[in-house]
Structures are given as structure tokens and as C-alpha cells.
């Protein structure tokens, strides 16, 4: 959380964030947890859309991006992308993205990201109703893991409502019902709002954010959310900056080091020093202890 606010002078990164207080929100049912937004890609089919290829989750959501562009080119109407629990993720709970394509030549799509409270073998059950239901893919889903790379792509008979078809899919009836009035829209727009507002408190303490301090800055921020009533818990969208802190914003975890997993699945951590990636207990490039 703490790197996205370095770059916050586009509201696409407001979006983001705020998507991040929507899905992760705490003690709200799935219902309040709904994260709409654009999906817009380039003409040779790369997101328009914050992404990292480094880690095995960032390689695997890659592509199945790149599958929802696959199948928008292809002239589907609709695309489900399913990611569930556990696996070779560290997800606490599943997700799905159902999009509605407006454009399928520039590639522009309409998502809705959803909580779903089912296991790893419960939504593969889903993808496969909704491959009996005439869904294609771009390569073969044998297990859920093939899930997180492979969206469904789906046309309804004329008439069918997208909402309606979900409802008798997947059930989360209330879910439904939240984005047929509209629910989840004026909620992102509300947190959106207040996020705006929260980093700019932020930045008055900490002036330019950049990597040395967004880790406090980030749990700054998240304290700040949390006391107007928008607290989050750590899960997939990884740890929160406030889980990486010792109570007081100065003294950090030694397990709150800005960590990632590179693409052989090795943990790496990142030198503030000399602001390389590194393995190990020591930074190789400036001897220096993180």
C-alpha cells in the first residue's frame, strides 16, 4: 500500500487504492466489498493497469489479463476471471472479476471485482457451470490454479441480463442486488473521496513519499482511514503497512522489510541503502544490514 501512494498524482492511483479499502474492508459482508472499475488495454494488449511480472502470483494475474484481452478481441460479450484460495497464492479468500466488454476493439471493459467465500475446489465448480454454459477459454482449465490464468468468456442469448445470469451461476443474491442499485459504485466513490483527502493529512507530515518512507507513510494513511471507519485487514492484496509497524509509526518489524517473492519463487528483500533487490540476511551490493 505504502509504494502507491509515491505516485499519487493520477486519480487512477486514487482508484486503485481506494479498491484496495473496498475489497479488504473489515467486518463488512460481501456486499459492501465490491470493487468497480475500467480495464482499458493497449493495442498490443498490455493493462493499462498497475501489474508486476517478478513474482509467480504477478506472472500468473499477468496472464490472465492478457486472456480477458484474448477473448474481448474474440468479440465475447462478457468475461469471468476466477482466482481462489490458497494454491500457490497466499489468498485468504477467493475473487472474481466479472467484466462487461464496451469495446472490443480498443479493449475496454466494464469489471466488477467480487469476494467470494467459497474454496479453491467450490469455484472450480463455478467455472466449469459456466463452461457448460457455453463458456470458452483461451488454453484448457484442468485445476483451480489454471483459474487465476485463464479467464471464461461468455455470450448470453439476446435479452439475458448479466446480473441475472450471475445470480443463478454462482448465488450471492445479495451481491447482485448491491450493484443492480448501484450500491457498490457510491461506495467506491465515498472511499475514493476520503482517500484523496487522507493523503494529503499524509502528506503534510511526510512531504515526498518515496520508498525510504512509505512504509510509514502507507500506515499513516491506513490509521487515518481506520478512524473515519474505513479499516482493512492484510489478505489479497497483501500485508497492510499498519501490520508492518510495532504500534507506534516509528519502529518497524524486522518482518516489515520491503519484501517480494521473485519469479523462481525466492524471497528477496529491498536495500534502502542502495535501492537494489537482494536474497539474503545482507545486502551484496553495499554491505549493508536492512
Known sequence: MGSRLI????????????????ENAACVPPEERINPYRLNFDVAGIPRFPFEVETVMGKAEYNGMKSIWELAKDGYQYVFWLSPPGGKSVYTEGRMVV?????????????????????????????????????????????????REQA??????????????????FGMEKVWKAIRQGDDIKRKTEIVAKAEEAVEKVRTTYGEIDSRNSVMAGAMFEGIMARWGYQIVGGNHGGTNMGAMNGA?????????????????ERQSYCEGCRQWYSGNKCPYCNRNN
Open 152 to 169: 471464461i468468456g461468455m455470450n448470453l442469448a439476446d435479452g439475458g441480463d448479466l446480473w441475472d445470469f450471475c445470480e443463478e451461476v
Open 249 to 265: 509509526f516509528g519502529f518497524v518489524f524486522n518482518e516489515g522489510k520491503i519484501t517480494r517473492i521473485s519469479a523462481n519463487g
Open 99 to 147: 467484466g462487461k466488454v464496451i469495446n472490443n476493439d480498443n479493449v475496454e471493459i466494464e469489471c466488477r471485482g467480487i469476494v467470494v467465500l467459497e474454496s479453491a475446489e467450490k469455484m472450480m465448480e463455478m467455472a466449469n457451470e459456466l463452461l457448460d454454459r457455453g463458456g470458452m477459454v483461451v488454453d484448457g482449465i484442468r485445476n483451480p490454479e489454471d483459474l
Open 7 to 22: 505516485e499519487l498524482d493520477r486519480q487512477q492511483d486514487l482508484e486503485e487504492i481506494g479498491g484496495t479499502f473496498v
